[in-house]
């Protein structure tokens, strides 16, 4: 079974409540008290029902039940009636989509029919609780509670409410069995078929585990979607395909006996969830370095996902991966990158539990520049006397590298022995891009022209010229 709509969930939760109103609640009602409270218009009531014991065993099944039946108000004994005798079983509610649905259900057993003698008195000695009515796989959900009950209906009729009812409160101790699980593929996706084995073991001294139900949930909606069972060594096989809207993959067993409770293990075969990465953005300052971000949405990973950010250069299909990302709680990714003109994209290579994912491309560009020439006259200037700089500011468009008239070009300069540098002077290229500056030679150092970029244009820095001054 599939995921249902909210109306037929609804549906369902109904029919679940008039199965439990019709087959749980006249146990339930009065399952915390032992005899009847008495209104003063009910005519009967048992003015005792008791049980030899409140537990059974897996060794010890049954329990001798008995009880006074007795006319309201004046506890005159009702002598020569009938008195039925059930045994409720409580199982858990399977609900997985969070419904308001009771939290448990019951299932009646009938144990049987006995008839109160001259004082009122009956008596069902050796009533056996066990499975016998029930089905395995309701056994699975079994809580281990059961609710003994006596009823008298003076009417025999099922259209009316019984006249007399008193009930208590059982429980059952039951022996653990013990799964393992193994899987021939610890990933697959839709389609795939992979295999399940493993071995259901029984304590010793309480049976073999032979023909013991071995059930699958491959869906989280189903209790079980598959089963098999276990053999004379407690061994069992399964082969499986993936359907689409799988994963969280269950295998647990449901022992045909009521005193043997059932195990359950996670196989360990994944299937990656989908995922997407979108929203990517990417933009790139004047010193070539980009910013990229993107989105992408959750997945139930037991690790933090890393997420890859890859980079091409402009005119280039060869991609190569600059930065690796964690995500943010709200599944935010950023990371920078200097890389200047090209084509960015996030992606996630594919693990157990979350699926490969890649975003969409951004590209960013700006128009490339450059400081070709740059060259200081003479290279030996004496001190005092002149020193001229010179070279050329270029930027490339789509037919090559072209003059970058009257833009700034910044000269800079630092000094033998010293670390830092220091502008000394800004100039302005002419209409053939080049551009000239005359200084007093002082001390040997070294030299550089600088072009700051704009929105459109990068930044660049000539190569760098020593001067020796004599």
């Not at 004496?382 to 070279?391: A, D, K, M, P, Y």
Request: proline fraction near 6%; include cysteine.
């Amino acid at each position: 079974m599939r995921t249902r709509p909210r109306a037929a969930r609804i549906a369902a939760a109904a029919a679940l409540a008039l199965t439990t109103v019709a087959g749980a609640l006249p146990a339930q009602a009065a399952s915390r008290t032992v005899g009847e409270t008495r209104e003063p218009h009910e005519k009967f009531a048992f003015e005792s029902f008791t049980t030899s014991s409140r537990t059974t065993d897996y060794a010890h099944r049954a329990v001798d039940l008995a009880g006074v039946l007795v006319h309201a108000g004046t506890n005159e004994p009702v002598a020569d009636a009938e008195v039925d005798l059930f045994a409720d079983f409580v199982f858990s509610t399977w609900n997985p989509w969070g419904d308001h649905l009771p939290p448990d259900w019951s299932r009646r057993v009938g144990l049987g029919t006995v008839r109160t003698d001259a004082h009122g008195r009956f008596a069902l000695p050796r009533a056996v609780i066990d499975h016998k009515g029930l089905t395995s796989d309701d056994l699975y959900l079994f809580t281990g509670t059961v609710e003994l009950s006596a009823v008298y209906d003076a009417d025999d009729d099922e259209q009316t409410a019984p006249d007399a009812r008193s009930a208590l409160t059982l429980r059952t101790k039951r022996e653990q069995t013990h799964l393992t699980v193994e899987t021939d593929r610890p990933r697959v996706h839709v389609g795939d078929s992979f295999t399940i084995t493993g071995k259901v073991s029984v304590p010793a001294g309480f049976g073999p585990p032979t023909g013991t139900p071995v059930l699958f949930r491959f869906y989280y909606e189903n209790i079980h979607t598959a089963r098999t069972t276990a053999d004379d060594d407690g061994y069992f096989k399964l082969k499986y395909k993936v359907k689409a809207g799988d994963g969280g993959f269950v295998a647990f067993t449901a022992p045909r006996d009521l005193y043997l409770a059932g195990d359950s293990k996670p196989v360990p075969t994944e299937v990656p969830v989908p995922e997407w990465i979108d929203a990517i953005t990417a933009t790139t300052d004047r010193n070539r370095q980009a910013t990229v971000t993107g989105h992408m949405t959750d997945c139930p990973s037991p690790r933090p996902r890393r997420v890859a950010l890859r980079f091409a250069k402009e005119g280039s299909r060869a991609w190569r991966t600059v930065a690796t990302v964690t995500p943010t709680a709200g599944g935010w990714l950023k990371a920078r990158h200097q890389g200047g003109n090209g084509r960015y994209q996030w992606k996630h290579a594919e693990t157990d539990h979350c699926s490969e994912a890649a975003s969409a491309t951004a590209a960013v560009h700006r128009t490339e520049t450059r400081l070709p020439g740059f060259h200081g006259t003479p290279q030996r200037p004496r001190e005092g006397r002149s020193l001229v700089l010179t070279g050329t500011l270029q930027q490339h468009l789509n037919s090559g590298w072209k003059t970058y008239a009257r833009r700034p070009v910044e000269i800079w300069y630092r000094p033998a022995g010293s670390r830092t540098w220091a502008r000394k002077a800004v100039v302005t290229t002419d209409s053939r891009g080049t551009y000239r500056k005359t200084f007093t030679a002082g001390k040997d150092g070294w030299w550089k022209a600088v072009h700051v970029g704009d929105g459109t244009h990068y930044s660049t820095t000539s190569a760098t010229d020593w001067i020796d001054v004599r």
